[in-house]
């Protein structure tokens, strides 16, 4: 088989990965990261806040390492910003 584009979408187990690296170094490592993801919403001012500094997107980074990061979900009515899934 012959080619000129290898695409690698198979996960953190890729066969893609091990393929061109060699089956150790593209064992999965751990990283030091505790993340926690939860449905919220805001009252209408701060909703619109939020998206007013991105569209989809908010994040923020803090000197000591941490970050917070709030995305947007659902909008199921873009007049009513309270009802905004983020």
């Not at 990261?33 to 569209?55: G, S, V, Y």
């Amino acid at each position: 088989m012959t080619g000129s584009l290898l695409v690698g979408c198979d996960g953190s187990r890729s066969i893609t990965r091990h393929f061109l690296v060699g089956k150790e170094a593209a064992q999965p490592s751990q990283m030091d990261l505790a993340m926690f993801n939860f449905p919220c919403k805001f009252d209408a001012e701060t909703a619109k806040l939020i998206r007013k500094q991105h569209p989809i997107f908010f994040n923020s980074y803090h000197p000591k390492g941490r970050m917070l990061w709030i995305s947007v979900q659902d909008i199921p009515d873009f007049d009513k910003p309270e009802d905004w899934l983020f």
